[in-house]
């Protein structure tokens, strides 16, 4: 607690005082953010939680929300089927992840959402993403609908570049690269990466999945 000054304490001792006590509140609220990003406690009451529903589209025409997986977790990623580099290099952990945990990733579902819904139809959505694994649920949507679940994720996609003959077909985004898995009710419960690979995903998801999954669902 800051002690406030004395009364006769001078205008720029009041001052110097305000402002090291607001850049210590600043520090608490970040670090308490940091904390619950890792996993650590549930936020602050001023930080926005990570997470919560989503209505898409998938390729057969179907809507799927997040309520659609209650029960299970979710692994969700975002993405789009452009992407030269890190996409690729995440997918390919999940789905090596999954191989490795066999059972035991019964009840996880990843999901791809596009941050590219211009180009990334669900069913260009679902053909990218089963080119990984057939488990990875690929989700695309309206350009506001995908806004709208950036914000709940508090992930970007923005285009960074077009190629040097002024086209629009052809362009790169920056996204997010976190993977956020999600429990069985919904809530956010850690940030992962797959950009290490799936032997060490598979190893980071194994300190949440339960040892003995429950019956999952029915496969889309």
Known sequence: ???????????????????????????????????????????????????GPFALDQDDGRVVTDRDFRGQYMLIY???????????????????????LGNRALDLRPIFITVDPKRDTPAIARAYTGKFSPRILGLSGTQEEIQAVE????????????????????????????????????????????????????RQLAEYLPVTPHAASEMR
């Open 151 to 202: 914000r709940t994720y508090h992930v970007h996609g923005t285009i960074m570049t077009h190629p040097g003959d002024g086209s629009t077909a052809d362009y790169t985004m920056g996204h997010t690269a976190t993977l956020f898995l999600i429990g069985p009710d919904g809530r956010n419960i850690a940030p992962l990466s797959g950009l290490e690979g799936g032997e060490l995903l598979a």
């Open 78 to 100: 975002f993405g789009y089927a452009h992407c030269a580099d890190v996409c690729p290099m995440t997918l390919s952990a999940i789905a090596d992840a999954l191989d490795i």
């Open 1 to 51: 607690m800051v002690k406030r000054p004395p009364p006769s304490a001078s205008k720029k001792d009041r001052k110097a005082t305000l402002a090291f006590a607001a850049v210590a509140s600043l520090l608490l609220l970040l670090s308490a953010a940091y904390l619950w990003l890792l996993g650590g406690g549930r936020p602050p009451p001023s930080v926005q939680p990570i997470g």
